[in-house]
């Protein structure tokens, strides 16, 4: 079983600039979640996409945006890039959108805007 | 909006003691209670959750946490730490579809 892999793992952008991130979820799993998390602290919730639709978004600019692809894997772009948005951004994937299901991490993408 | 407190940003302790992670949280609706762990420069992984049933919760590698209700709380225990056990604790709070993250509790176990 294919665990979630995130791409690239470190990436440095200047302020201004736009960025994509990609996901593949985990085998089975149709609902990819993304977070953000800032140095010393807990993972924020930025959204989260089922069956290629939003469904869900934390306290997050429109600049953040997404989409899920019919395999379930997805993108997180960010637009009109602030230094704020250096952090390690997480992926996770779930079995479905329900309450209460675990959702499985990748291991990051680190971002670092300049 | 949920809320999850843990208020002991690092602990250490020596090797083969016991230790207590606290996490509270606040919240007015039913929710799910999760606990992850983060070692270095690798993403989180699920350590155990609460769902319903039994409050007493346990993982396999020796951790259990408690759900109680009344102090909304769910505080993650170990009996005897290892070196291993070295990492970044986070609690949260899952409702609806999203997770609700605390700020994590940094273990450091002394040898």
């Known amino acids: 079983e294919t665990g979630v892999t995130q791409s690239p793992t470190h990436l440095i952008k200047t302020r201004g600039q736009q960025v994509t991130l990609r996901c593949s979820s985990q085998?089975?799993?149709?609902?990819v979640s993304w977070y953000q998390q800032a140095l010393g602290q807990g993972p924020q919730f930025i959204f989260q996409?089922?069956?290629?639709?939003?469904?869900g978004r934390g306290n997050f600019p429109p600049r953040f945006s997404g989409l899920q692809f019919p395999n379930y894997s997805s993108e997180l772009n960010v637009n009109a890039l602030e230094l704020d948005d250096s952090a390690l951004y997480l992926c996770?994937?779930?079995?479905?959108?329900?309450?209460?299901?675990?959702?499985?991490f990748g291991e990051g993408s680190w971002l670092t805007v300049v | 909006a949920q809320s999850v407190t843990q208020l002991d940003s690092q602990v250490p302790v020596f090797e083969e003691a016991p230790v207590e992670l606290r996490c509270n949280y606040s919240?007015?609706?039913?929710?799910?209670l999760f606990w992850y762990v983060q070692y270095p420069n690798q993403g989180l992984q699920l350590l155990l959750k609460y769902l319903s049933g039994s409050t007493l919760v346990e993982s396999i590698n020796g951790f259990e946490a408690e759900f109680n209700k009344s102090q909304t709380s769910f505080h993650l225990r170990k009996p005897s730490v290892h070196i291993s056990d070295t990492a970044e604790y986070f609690c949260a709070v899952n409702t609806g579809n999203q997770f609700y993250f605390g700020t994590g509790t940094s273990l450091t176990v002394i040898p």
């Open positions: 996770a994937s779930s079995r479905d959108s329900s309450s209460g299901n675990t959702i499985y």
């Open positions: 996409y089922y069956r290629e639709e939003e469904n």
């Open positions: 919240s007015s609706v039913s929710v799910y």
């Open positions: 085998s089975g799993h149709n609902t």
